[in-house]
């Protein structure tokens, strides 16, 4: 079975703290992503990472860094938090092997809230 | 670009009634389709996906969906639903082998929510 973790379940920060999320997958899959989902909007992409070291902006990058140093882990960071980035972050991952066809594994998602 | 739009933010329905959830889809270019569902307090899980062959695609817990390309549209089915099937629906499209992005696109959601 793929297995996605997420570092926490729950996390509350105060405005202007640097904050790490941090996802783990064990199915030595390329690519991986962060989502922020949010009532009535769906899943917005922030960032995507094709493999080790590539990452490509999604729709939503602003106040946000990831870090993808090994294969396993993909790393959101937010630089200094603010009360506007209080969410839901999901985590997934994917074969990179032919693309688009691929089923994406998520894991159970970390609510941030930002104080 | 591609898009998705679910068409229903919430669907109410009660317990061993019909229902569908609808999805449709833009896109110049060939496309693979996903339905994905979201329990509570969990993270999404695939349902089904339509890669090529047969238009009516069946997924896990008595789910299916069918693939009209003409209407552009991938509504996801269920003859008899249960309370558990409470959840968040998912359609997401990706593209297919002649361009497009391969990065997911997913729609806004649709919270279906079974009654007794």
């Known amino acids: 079975d793929v297995k996605v973790t997420q570092s926490s379940r729950y996390l509350v920060k105060r405005t202007g703290e640097k904050v790490f999320l941090e996802c783990v997958q064990d199915?030595?899959?390329?690519?991986m992503f962060w989502y922020r989902q949010d009532p009535g909007l769906g899943l917005r992409l922030i960032y995507f990472s094709y493999d080790v070291k590539m990452k490509e902006k999604g729709d939503i990058p602003e106040g946000y860094s990831v870090s993808r140093e090994k294969k396993e882990r993909f790393s959101l960071i937010l630089e200094s938090a603010s009360t506007n980035q209080t969410s839901m972050y999901l985590c997934?991952?994917?074969?990179?092997?032919?693309?688009?066809?691929?089923?994406?594994?998520f894991g159970p998602g970390t609510r941030l809230t930002v104080l | 670009a591609q898009s998705v739009t679910q068409l229903d933010s919430q669907v109410p329905v009660f317990e061993e009634a019909p229902v569908e959830l609808r999805c449709n889809y833009s896109s110049s270019v060939s496309v693979y389709l996903f339905w994905y569902v979201q329990y509570p307090n969990q993270g999404l899980q695939l349902l089904l996906k339509?890669?090529?062959?047969?238009?009516l695609v069946k997924g896990i817990n008595g789910f299916e969906a069918e693939f009209n390309k003409s209407q552009t549209s991938f509504h996801l089915r269920k003859p008899s639903v249960h309370i558990s099937d409470t959840a968040e629906y998912f359609c997401?499209?990706?593209?297919?082998?002649?361009?497009?992005?391969?990065?997911?696109?997913f729609g806004r959601g649709t919270s279906l929510i079974v009654h007794p």
């Open positions: 339509y890669l090529s062959g047969s238009t």
């Open positions: 199915m030595d899959h390329e690519n």
């Open positions: 997934a991952s994917r074969s990179g092997l032919a693309g688009g066809l691929n089923t994406q594994y």
């Open positions: 997401a499209v990706t593209r297919g082998a002649s361009g497009g992005s391969y990065i997911p696109t």
